[in-house]
């Protein structure tokens, strides 16, 4: 069992203050819905720093390789770190392109290994939403523009020197990206939690994550004061982070990752449309540990792994929007292409609690898709 957390992190209302990264020349990537004001903000705190500052805004989702390619060529000055505050793509985003400012090439030439992932300029990200936790993990997630594949970069390189979490940055945020982030952060708690080989080091913080988005997402949904959820909401993301950089995500991830071309779904939503079906599939091979979690997280009682299984798949199917099952595959499926695609993530069945053979994973993905929605 292994828990590293090489990233400094800084929570709490003061902690963009804290701000340090090294160097003269810096970066600063934020998304294009980034409040004026908090763009603002950390231009004048590196400015006071004495730091020449590159503002760069990108826009879109997840990010693809060819607008990683263009902010990476539209610099034109070198830089010694990148800054970012947004999402989740937008932390991945600034992940890419520091890898690519430190390794040159294109992102999508570290995609099968052609160019290995070895060096990355140091990063410093300031989380706006409450899922990807991507301010303390070693992995980036982006779009090869050529092929619609999305790809998962994981190397050390690309944890960040600083995570600085101001749960007051939610205010703004919209119910959608709300729900959707605290639901990605609930699942990478309870998939790195039930993940091979066991880690007990993350199960106490995956528990406590659990508990968070369980108790107080469903008053940030109704309009409960943002004092009440906003600072639980951050650190449950914070954790999720956390726990899925010691272990790795599941059968959720991978199956949401493979559907992801299909489905009109955010991320997080697309995940917990999916965890109720790989809860299931997987109930009777968890040995207690999903009771246990049900236990420390829901406040259940003398229950087994299929009752754990069905109630939190429950929880989770009650805070989808109503749109989630005509929204989850909005576009025709290619059960093959999914399949494949599943197949082609081959630490998978050494990960899941059920033996996962290619005739498993092709009767689970049929299973899904023919019955959606």
């Known amino acids: 069992m292994r828990l590293s957390c090489p990233t400094e992190i800084v929570f709490g209302e003061d902690a963009l203050e804290a701000l340090s990264p090294p160097g003269g ?16 903000r950390l231009d004048g705190i590196l400015k006071r720093a004495g730091k020449a500052v590159l503002l760069a805004r990108r826009g879109g989702a997840e990010p693809d390789s060819a607008a990683v390619d263009a902010l990476v060529a539209g610099l034109g000055e070198p830089v010694d770190a990148v800054v970012a505050a ?9 992940k890419a392109v520091a890898l690519c400012l430190a390794g040159g090439g294109g992102i999508a030439d570290y995609e099968f290994g052609a160019r290995p992932v070895k060096a990355a300029l140091p990063l410093f990200l300031v989380p706006t939403t409450c899922g990807s936790g991507s301010e303390v993990t070693p992995y980036a997630v982006v779009n090869n523009a050529a092929t619609g594949r999305k790809f998962t970069l994981a190397a050390p390189c690309l944890r960040p020197r600083q995570a600085l979490v101001d749960p007051g940055l939610l205010a703004g945020l919209p119910p959608l990206a709300l729900r959707a982030g605290a639901l990605d952060a609930f699942l990478h708690c309870l998939e790195a939690a039930l993940g091979n080989p066991r880690n007990r080091l993350i199960e106490p913080l995956a528990a406590a994550g659990l508990g968070l988005v369980r108790r107080h997402l469903p008053g940030a949904l109704s309009g409960a004061p943002k004092k009440s959820w906003a600072e639980p909401l951050a650190r449950a993301a914070l954790y999720g982070g956390l726990c899925i950089a010691a272990s790795r ?35 009777d091979h968890y040995q207690g540990r999903l009771a246990a979690l049900a236990e420390a997280a829901f406040d259940a009682r003398d229950v087994s792994d ?52 290619p005739q498993a994973v092709t009767n689970l993905v049929l299973e899904i898709t023919h019955g959606a929605p």
């Open 25 to 40: 020349r810096v970066l600063l990537l934020v998304s294009r819905s980034l409040p004026e004001a908090l763009a603002d």
């Open 86 to 94: 947004g999402g989740g793509s937008t932390l991945d985003c600034a």
């Open 249 to 283: 995500t599941g059968l959720v991830h991978t199956l949401s990752v493979a559907l992801a071309r299909f489905s009109d779904l955010p991320h997080g939503l697309l995940n917990a449309w999916l965890a109720p079906r790989v809860l299931a599939y997987n109930a």
């Open 306 to 357: 299929r009752e754990a299984a069905r109630d939190i798949g429950g929880w989770l199917a009650r805070m989808l929007p109503p749109e989630a099952a005509r929204l989850a595959l909005a576009r025709p499926c290619d059960p093959a292409a999914v399949i494949a695609r599943v197949l082609e993530d081959t630490g998978l069945p050494a990960v899941n609690s059920r033996p996962l053979s």
